[in-house]
């Protein structure tokens, strides 16, 4: 994800009516764009890497008390 802020799009209002705005945004965002978001916040928090591997398996063994 390339694409850079656009500045002159900030807005300042209450928190309910920037919550309500948060909503609709995503209400009509279509999947694509959803899927290009999570990744790229994936990309942010834990690296390159989590978005071109596989996901690791981790298998657990409890003992049965």
């Given at each position: ?27 009509r ?12 916040l ?24």
């Amino acid at each position: 994800m390339d694409e850079r802020m656009d500045r002159q799009q900030i807005s300042v209002g209450k928190p309910e009516d920037l919550d309500r705005e948060e909503r609709e945004h995503w209400a009509r965002s279509t999947v694509e764009e959803k899927l290009r978001t999570i990744t790229y916040l994936r990309e942010c928090f834990y690296g390159p890497e989590a978005t071109t591997g596989r996901l690791q398996r981790i298998h657990t063994v409890l003992k049965q008390a």
